[in-house]
């Protein structure tokens, strides 16, 4: 328990003394710029028609939009960007039915840009569904591809210019910037845990003991392992970087790297685990381990949560009188 | 956790931390300088060498070397209360983020939570200590004190030590799991010192006047809000034992009919029935003779 507390307690002093402007621009600016090249790159690919390489393109920006999306703290910095991941991903936030919706667009002769006048329909699932399923040399598939693949970097390109005008606001305030990346890493972990993970093998809640492949997230093209990883990726950016300064960095000055490696191993076991999964491995005992390790990874996360508020020293005597 | 007993002195975190000593000396300096009549008690050696007073410093120093070494080791924690409350609030809700607050207003409201939270349970224990038979042998102790003194607070039963660190572990892991589900990472507490600054507050203005001789009333307003020492010094009383149950606040009096005003009060004889008070007049009866009593009246 102590060696939790200390390590606890160091996570929470790498997140004050890390969301500095480095980490900022090497991190989070840098992971939106990718995704835009990604949905670049896209883009042109579409128009000229590749439907192989525009999938293998769509692999790319998914790992890349993964990145930006575990790491996403816009909302926290102003609420007028709470809403815009849904505007690029709507996996887990929308019920409806994309797919029979598309089909019914690609089958007739509307003006596309009614047609496709539904945030849902120019989300990185939407254009999966496309690039994945349709014939992508149709000229109004084609068409609708593109204007999926410019939304997406439409919407990139207003996430970066907003990180940053609000950059200073970030920097400025180190506890309240440690707050919402700490929160990121834990609404990731769980998202990643139960969702990404447990509603495909059965084990979550939801779905105990009913487990099904076609939950997984980019079940049509098969991304969704490259997904996980991405996104374990990303919270190795944040806690065991070698570019910037990192958890382990902080870890290593307190002399406690037996310690710290220990709680970066459960990181770096999960990714290991994920580097030998195919998509298929989900629903079995290899996605059920993948569950168990990302579960300690958020436990760990609340820990050192848990450590910022200090219980023990934060009240007065607890007798009565 | 501090061992030595002198430590208390300068922990923020502690009741007799020396600031919140050194404020209620300047409170009772005031005090004494209008009320003349007084002065004569509060500096009489018969105060503070009475053999009450003597067994509180006593007792204090036992107490707080057997709480580190035998208490705190079997409470569960308020972190594990915390942890265990989000947890079950995940599995049963899913994930879920209240979001459309500043980090000062979750925090604010956090902080708020906390204290009135805390406060309600100290009251109900209090008066479960007073009202239940069984519970009321062991905060006899506390209540054997025929002077009081700063110490007289630390004046509590092992098993009433447990019983209060098992509240604060609950009530305040149950509040934190809640917020920490709610709000994540965005939590935390407006402290002074280290110190809820509420709690640092009403601590700053005379909480260890509340044990004392001092009868500062805060008059019939705010005495129906705010715990006066006074309020407190007529709970030890002998005629008036099952009132003002409250720590700080004195809504929770208020509310639940166990309200009484300094002004309905003018002579205070403070400790239990005289028979009663011979079984808790030495170190050894303080720890042993709730057990004997409890004993007693089960046979």
């Given at each position: 328990m102590k060696r939790i507390i200390v390590l606890a307690t160091l996570l929470f002093t790498f997140c004050v003394d890390a969301v500095d402007k480095a980490f900022f621009e090497q991190v989070i600016v840098h992971n939106v710029e990718r995704s835009i090249v990604s949905a670049k790159q896209i883009s042109t690919s579409i128009k000229q028609g590749k439907s192989k390489k525009s999938q293998a393109l769509f692999t790319q920006l998914?790992?890349?939009?993964?990145?930006?999306?575990?790491?996403?703290?816009?909302?926290?910095l102003n609420e007028d960007f709470l809403d815009t991941p849904r505007y690029i991903d709507i996996f887990h936030g929308n019920n409806e039915d994309i797919k029979a919706q598309l089909d019914l667009i690609i089958g007739t002769n509307d003006d596309l840009s009614y047609a496709l006048y539904k945030h849902s329909h120019k989300t990185i699932n939407a254009l999966e569904y496309l690039l994945f399923t349709q014939d992508l040399s149709n000229a109004r598939v084609n068409a609708m591809a593109l204007i999926m693949?410019?939304?997406?970097?439409?919407?990139?390109?207003?996430?970066?210019?907003?990180?940053?005008?609000?950059?200073?606001?970030?920097?400025?305030?180190?506890?309240?910037?440690?707050?919402i990346l700490l929160n990121t890493l834990v609404n990731s972990a769980y998202a990643l845990k139960e969702w990404r993970i447990g509603d495909v093998a059965g084990l979550s809640k939801k779905y105990k003991g009913h487990a099904d492949a076609r939950r997984a997230e980019y079940a049509i093209s098969q991304n969704s392992t490259v997904a996980i990883l991405s996104i374990l990726q990303a919270h190795k950016q944040v806690i065991d970087a070698s570019s910037h300064k990192d958890f382990g960095d902080v870890a290593r000055k307190f002399g406690a790297i037996k310690e710290i490696n220990k709680t970066i191993d459960l990181l770096n076991q999960a990714i290991a685990q994920v580097e030998k999964m195919q998509e298929q491995d989900l629903p079995n005992p290899k996605g059920k381990l993948l569950y168990q390790s990302t579960n300690q990874l958020m436990q760990s996360y609340y820990l050192s949560l848990m450590s910022k508020l200090g219980f023990v020293s934060k009240v007065l005597d607890a007798d009565g009188d | 956790m501090a061992i030595n007993p002198l430590e208390y002195l300068i922990d923020p975190h502690r009741r007799i931390y020396w600031v919140f000593l050194f404020s209620s000396v300047v409170i009772a300096a005031i005090f004494l300088w209008l009320n003349p009549k007084k002065r004569r008690l509060n500096f009489s050696k018969k105060l503070w060498l009475h053999p009450s007073?003597?067994?509180?410093?006593?007792?204090?120093?036992?107490?707080?070397?057997?709480?580190?070494?035998?208490?705190?080791?079997?409470?569960?924690?308020?972190?594990?209360?915390?942890l265990w409350v989000n947890d079950f609030l995940l599995t049963q809700y899913g994930f879920t983020r209240i979001e459309g607050f500043s980090y000062t207003q979750v925090?604010?409201?956090?902080?708020?939570?906390?204290?009135?939270?805390?406060?309600?349970?100290?009251?109900?224990?209090?008066?479960?200590?007073?009202t239940v038979p069984w519970l009321w042998a062991f905060h006899k102790v506390h209540h054997s004190a025929?002077?009081?003194?700063?110490?007289?607070?630390?004046?509590?039963?092992?098993?009433?030590?447990?019983?209060f660190g098992l509240r604060y572990s609950l009530i305040i892991g149950l509040v934190s799991g809640v917020f920490i589900y709610g709000f994540g990472a965005m939590i935390d507490v407006v402290d002074i010192l280290g110190v809820n600054a509420l709690a640092f507050v009403f601590s700053l203005v005379g909480s260890n006047l509340r044990h004392s001789h001092i009868g500062i009333s805060f008059g019939v307003i705010i005495e129906r809000f705010l715990i006066s020492p006074k309020q407190h010094q007529i709970h030890h009383s002998k005629q008036h034992t099952n009132v003002?149950?409250?720590?700080?606040?004195?809504?929770?009096?208020?509310?639940?009919?166990?309200?009484?005003?300094?002004?309905?009060?003018?002579?205070?004889?403070?400790?239990?029935?005289?028979?009663?008070?011979?079984?808790?007049?030495?170190?050894?009866?303080?720890?042993?003779?709730?057990?004997?009593?409890?004993?007693?009246?089960?046979?």
């Open positions: 998914v790992r890349n939009w993964k990145k930006v999306e575990t790491t996403y703290m816009l909302g926290d693949a410019k939304s997406i970097e439409h919407y990139l390109q207003e996430i970066k210019s907003a990180y940053q005008t609000h950059q200073a606001k970030f920097v400025q305030d180190e506890q309240f910037a440690s707050a | 007073a003597l067994l509180d410093y006593g007792y204090f120093i036992f107490i707080s070397v057997f709480k580190v070494l035998v208490i705190f080791p079997v409470l569960i924690g308020a972190e594990e209360v915390a925090m604010v409201f956090f902080t708020l939570s906390l204290f009135i939270l805390s406060d309600f349970s100290r009251y109900w224990l209090h008066r479960f200590l007073h025929k002077v009081l003194t700063p110490l007289t607070f630390y004046r509590v039963h092992p098993v009433e030590s447990l019983l003002n149950f409250g720590g700080f606040l004195a809504i929770w009096d208020w509310a639940f009919n166990s309200l009484m005003l300094s002004k309905s009060v003018n002579r205070l004889k403070f400790g239990i029935k005289q028979d009663e008070m011979k079984k808790f007049s030495r170190f050894h009866q303080l720890i042993l003779s709730p057990f004997y009593l409890l004993f007693k009246s089960n046979s």
